[in-house]
C-alpha cells in the first residue's frame, strides 16, 4: 500500500513561484505513475501535470503548460510540482496521486489513478 504525503502549500502572489512536494512510502517508487492534479471550490478535479514511472514522459494540463514543471527524485523517493508565474486562477487544493504500472506512461486521467494524498492548498493573491 502506497502513502502520498503533499507538502509546500500556502499563500502566495501572482507572479510568485512556490514548490510541491509529495513523499511516496510503503511502495516501490519506479513502479509508480505519479502525477498532480487540482481542485476548485466547488468544481471537479483536473489534470495538472503527470510523469511516469522512470520520469522520462511527463503531461500538462493546457492551463499550466509552460509555467509548471513535474518531476521525481528516485533517491529521495519525491515528487514534485514547480510552480511557476502563479495566477490567481491556480488557487486550488493540489493532490498528489500514484498508480502502479509496468508502463512507461505519463497518466493524464484521474480515473487511472488508485492512491491520492490528502490535499495541500495554494492559494493565490492579486
Known amino acids: 500500500q502506497v502513502h502520498l504525503v503533499e507538502s509546500g502549500g500556502g499563500l502566495a502572489q501572482a507572479g510568485d513561484s512556490l514548490t510541491l512536494s509529495c513523499t511516496v512510502s510503503?511502495?516501490?517508487?519506479?513502479?509508480?505513475?505519479m502525477g498532480w492534479f487540482r481542485q476548485f471550490p466547488g468544481k471537479e478535479r483536473e489534470v495538472v501535470a503527470a510523469?511516469?514511472?522512470?520520469?522520462?514522459?511527463?503531461g500538462y494540463g493546457d492551463s499550466v503548460k509552460g509555467r509548471f514543471t513535474i518531476s521525481r527524485d528516485y533517491d529521495k523517493y519525491v515528487m514534485y510540482l514547480q510552480m511557476n508565474s502563479l495566477k490567481p486562477e491556480d488557487t486550488a487544493i493540489y493532490y498528489c496521486v500514484a498508480e502502479r504500472t509496468p508502463l512507461d506512461t505519463a497518466l493524464m486521467s484521474a480515473g487511472r489513478y488508485e492512491f491520492w494524498g490528502q490535499g495541500t492548498q495554494v492559494t493565490v493573491s492579486s
Open positions: 510503503g511502495g516501490s517508487f519506479s513502479s509508480y505513475a
Open positions: 510523469i511516469s514511472r522512470r520520469g522520462g514522459n511527463t
